[in-house]
């Protein structure tokens, strides 16, 4: 059974917005699911139903075979990587990324192995632990924010548009950094992007979203004859 299902979503913001429409979905463990399309055809919103940030107006989010339509999202057992990162400014780089395991109250000797083993996983020099975001780089800061995904061990992954703000060089980096690290992850994997360079590179498999309808859902081979 898949871990992740959307099944019959619909989000409707108001009258003049066109809404996501009964859009249902099944992401399987190490499956790199995309969602591309254009600018306000529904990505994001998809993605923040996932997390629990929206609540679909219909339809279910299932996470190993049960909804969690009705469990808040810091309950919910999902870590998101925002494009504008996210971190807590006020913090170190090692609070950040310890911050979700101390919410969950995990004992600091555990902290400190998974923030070893993330650390080696993304590359980030020991030496930026004890600064603060603002006196990292764009890419060290998206590392840092998939850092502190990373630890939390969750069921199911959520990336919205990650790269956008890195520049050309940094984004091909980073990319090709987040496609070995969720291939070592085996989980379900949502991507959200306009990109279609990330989306064939990345997925496994990719929904075109238009004005809120799914239009295809296939390998990126299917969609764009690649690789
Ligand atoms: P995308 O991520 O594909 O750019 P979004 O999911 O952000 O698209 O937006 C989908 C549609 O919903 C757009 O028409 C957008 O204007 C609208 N929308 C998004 N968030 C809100 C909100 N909080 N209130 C009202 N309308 C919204
Ligand atoms: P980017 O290509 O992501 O914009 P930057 O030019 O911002 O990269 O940063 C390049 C290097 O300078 C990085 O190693 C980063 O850690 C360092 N750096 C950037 N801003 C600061 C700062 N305010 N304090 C200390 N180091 C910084």
Known sequence: MAKLQLKNLRKEYNPKTVPIQDLSVDVEDGEFLTFVGPSGCGKSTTLRMIAGLEEPTKGNVIINGQSVNNVPPGERNVAMVFQSYALYPHMTVADNIASPLKIRKTPSGEIQKRINEVVQKLDL???????????????????????????????????DEPLSNLDALLREQVRSQLKQIFKSQNKPVVYVTHDQTEAMTLSTRIALLNDGVLQQLDTPHQIYNYP
């Not at 840092?144 to 992954?157: D, I, K, Q, T, Y």
Request: hydrophobic share 40%; no cysteine; aromatic share 2%.
């Open 125 to 159: 020099e020991q030496s930026l632990l004890d600064r603060k975001p603002g006196q990292l780089s764009g890419g060290q800061r998206q590392r840092v924010a998939v850092a502190r995904a990373l630890v939390r061990e969750p069921e199911v992954f959520l990336l």
